[in-house]
């Protein structure tokens, strides 16, 4: 599964919109980008996931670049619940195991 | 619909004894994977499991620790002979068995296990 690069720590202000960057350049054309975040010690928590479009769920946006090779998760309205380690993962369909990086750090502050 | 459930939350074994740790997918899931957790270190894949099958185990340490995931019941991770660099968080998840596609693990809340 190809590597992820993501910065390890976020500050952003309670209400205002939370852009997480991930780089991901050596993607391959059959693995998809997933987000997960981890609230303290809770077991991981799934937000979102795409191939190619951009996608949006009740939780989050998912803006893909072009060529792949980096993407951003946007929580658009950040709250104190939403501090936690956010990991990008590239891994192809079914079947594969995820491969967790350092993640980053976010700290959504009053 | 019930999430993966794992029991018991919190484990506190001697060193030598085994550790038994269950997990439960959610309804309808028929993929199970086990991650560990190490004190202030991120998860890392253990075993990947569908029924009555080991699909990937190039996560597992080649001594004492074993899965499986049998026809009727939860999924089981035995640790024979725990030493206390057992000592961390495991996860559990679980996703929809697909032919093809993008299929989310969801998680469990975890087992503590703590070796004394």
């Known amino acids: 599964d190809a590597k992820t690069t993501q910065p390890p720590s976020m500050d952003c202000a309670e209400g205002r919109a939370a852009n997480l960057p991930c780089n991901h350049s050596t993607i391959s054309g059959n693995e998809y980008v997933y987000w997960y975040r981890q609230i303290h010690s809770q077991g991981p928590q799934y937000i979102i996931h795409?191939?190619?479009n951009n996608e949006t769920n009740e939780m989050a946006s998912l803006i893909i670049t072009e060529d792949r090779k980096s993407s951003t998760l946007i929580l658009p309205h950040a709250t104190l619940r939403d501090t936690a380690v956010y990991y990008c993962?590239?891994?192809?369909?079914?079947?594969?195991?995820?491969?967790f990086g350092g993640g980053t750090r976010l700290m959504v502050k009053p | 619909n019930a999430g993966v459930m794992q029991n018991p939350r919190h484990l506190v074994r001697r060193r030598g004894q085994e550790a038994r740790l269950r997990c439960s997918p959610m309804?309808?899931?028929?993929?199970v994977y086990w991650y560990r957790q190490l004190p202030e270190e991120g998860l890392k894949f253990m075993v990947y499991?569908?029924?009555?099958?080991?699909?990937?185990e190039s996560g597992m340490p080649k001594e004492r620790f074993s899965a499986e995931f049998p026809k009727e019941g939860p999924s089981i991770l035995r640790i024979q002979q725990v030493v206390r660099g057992d000592s961390a968080a495991y996860f559990c998840?679980?996703?929809?068995?697909?032919?093809?596609?993008?299929?989310?693990?969801?998680f469990g809340p975890g087992t503590r296990l703590t070796v004394t």
């Open positions: 309804k309808g899931h028929s993929h």
């Open positions: 795409g191939l190619k």
């Open positions: 998840a679980s996703s929809p068995w697909g032919q093809v596609g993008a299929y989310e693990q969801y």
């Open positions: 499991l569908q029924k009555e099958n080991i699909i990937d």
């Open positions: 993962i590239v891994s192809t369909d079914a079947g594969n195991m995820l491969t």
